[in-house]
């Protein structure tokens, strides 16, 4: 009986498109799936997808039975798996008869199978683990990870895209390196290196859950002693007294797009020093004694960064803000949607309003001007209107320590002496409300005094006569 296998050239198709395979083709990057037949080995071609995966494969015809086969050899790996490596697994496999080289292919996938899962598996069952329901220190049943969106977004955007059909044990530091380059230069869309750090961080949360005791997918984490990203330079945006002014006086016009609550709402982070995220879900029973002496806004720690309620203390200017966003008795939430009755304003509605909106279809055409645009300002986001706040507070002499009260970050000195962190941590939960009464008060009155146009020293000179 007649077992010889034929190495096929792939017919027209593949021999207009055969060359002498090299790792640098491999390595190529191409707008669209392309297959490169190789000269050298009859039969043997490689498939490179958009996102740079470049899978081997062997194609013959069994004269027996006169049908092509295609088998799989295996992904691309500068380290692991290069040209010759490919070449010398086909000369191997034309050793072998019709009938065992068929099993051989059948075999893969069990084999494979046996050998573990691959990334993208693994990615989903990371993802499930994340946003499973637990039970949280203030009682409440929410996401294990609360930031899982955005975790999963960089893990199914970047490593599912690249590594999604790799085996994990095989991801190795080169792959995750290699990636992470891809980004910060630009060939997953614009240059990021937030974007290749957040991938980074999301990869080495994966591989080392992975690694974990009871799933075993991996032995260890290829995320390790990875090049060092370049610096990413803080945003230090910081508006003047003139912006203020502009800002504040055009945030009360009546001929500009935006919702009178998203406007108020930016308002209302300048003054109190809020994030965005905090204080966009304002409730009514979230605010105490707003007419008397000791007025505050408790913020939930499901809402705050750092998992710990906020109270902060509301100065007059904040509290005229939340009267008029409180249109009716029966408004549940400060900052009420225009939209949706009864829900907040969306997460994003502050920072679309400054910078505006953009055509779905065309992203270069504004669909709605934004603010900045509209006052003739120069661009900034909320998170700017925390900083500018800062600054005047510390402009006015305020304390750092006092600053970063309001700000909910932990000081790590007062008055030049280290304090211990645990201290911070596990020991002293006073929440300062005099020294951040006292520094938010201050940064009201200043701004009072910016949007009035009243010069500071007129200011001075005024209180110099009282004292």
Same mark, same amino acid.
């Given at each position: ?5 034929? +190495?096929?050239? *792939? ?6 498109? #055969? %060359? !002498? ?21 009859? @039969?043997?071609?490689? #498939? ?53 080289? +068929?099993?051989?292919?059948?075999? /893969? ?9 691959? %990334? ?63 980004? %910060? ?25 992975? *690694?974990? +005791? ?22 230090? $945006? ?72 906020? /109270?902060?203390?509301? #100065? ?8 008029? *966003?409180?249109?009716?008795?029966? /408004? ?23 910078? @505006? ?8 055409? =504004? ?13 900034? =986001? ?54 951040? $009464? ?11 005094? !910016? ?10 000179? %005024? ?5």
């Amino acid at each position: 009986m007649d077992t010889t296998i034929i +190495a096929d050239t *792939a017919g027209k198709r593949g021999r207009n498109s #055969s %060359v !002498i395979l090299t790792d640098r083709l491999c390595e190529k990057r191409v707008a669209k799936r392309t297959k490169l037949y190789d000269r050298k080995c009859p @039969g043997l071609y490689v #498939s490179i997808t958009a996102a740079g995966v470049a899978t081997f494969s062997y194609k013959f015809t069994n004269r027996q039975t006169g049908k092509q086969r295609t088998g799989w050899l295996g992904v691309y790996n500068p380290e692991t798996f290069t040209v010759e490596d490919a070449r010398s697994k086909v000369y191997g496999l034309k050793g072998l008869g019709a009938g065992a080289l +068929a099993e051989n292919f059948r075999d /893969q996938k069990a084999k494979a199978a046996k050998r573990g899962k691959t %990334v993208a598996e693994i990615i989903e069952e990371r993802i499930d683990w994340m946003k499973t329901p637990v039970k949280k220190p203030d009682g409440e049943m929410r996401p294990r990870l609360e930031a899982w969106e955005n975790t999963a977004s960089h893990l199914r955007r970047f490593l599912g895209t690249r590594l999604g059909k790799t085996l994990a044990r095989d991801v190795t530091k080169h792959d995750i390196a290699t990636l992470s380059n891809d980004i %910060v230069t630009g060939n997953f869309g614009k240059p990021s290196v937030s974007n290749a750090r957040h991938m980074r961080k999301a990869a080495s949360g994966l591989f080392n859950w992975a *690694a974990e +005791a009871g799933r075993d997918y991996v032995t260890a984490s290829p995320c390790v002693n990875l090049p060092k990203l370049d610096p990413e330079h803080p945003r230090t $945006r910081v508006l003047s007294e003139e912006e203020i002014r502009v800002f504040w006086h055009g945030l009360d016009r009546d001929d500009l797009p935006w919702d009178r609550r998203t406007r108020l709402a930016l308002k209302f982070e300048l003054v109190t020093m809020l994030r965005s995220r905090e204080l966009l879900g304002a409730r009514r029973d979230e605010l105490f004694d707003l007419d008397g002496d000791n007025p505050r806004f408790d913020v939930p720690l499901k809402r705050v960064k750092k998992r710990r309620v906020i /109270q902060q203390p509301l #100065s007059g200017v904040a509290i005229e803000i939340i009267k008029e *966003a409180l249109a009716s008795n029966d /408004q549940q939430f400060v900052f009420e949607s225009p939209m949706y009755k009864g829900q907040p304003i969306h997460r994003k509605a502050m920072a679309d309003a400054l910078r @505006g909106t953009k055509h779905e279809t065309n992203k270069d055409k =504004t669909k709605t001007a934004g603010l900045c645009e509209l006052l003739g300002l120069e661009p900034f =986001t909320p998170h700017d209107l925390r900083r500018t706040a800062a600054t005047l507070a510390g402009d006015l002499g305020f304390d750092d320590a006092w600053i970063a009260k309001c700000l909910d970050h932990a000081a790590s000195k007062k008055s030049e002496q280290i304090v211990p962190t645990v201290t911070g941590k596990v020991y002293n939960h006073s929440k300062r409300m005099k020294e951040k $009464r006292a520094v938010l008060d201050g940064v009201a009155a200043e701004l009072r005094r !910016i949007i009035e146009n009243v010069p500071r020293q007129a200011i001075e000179q %005024v209180q110099c006569l009282l004292a």
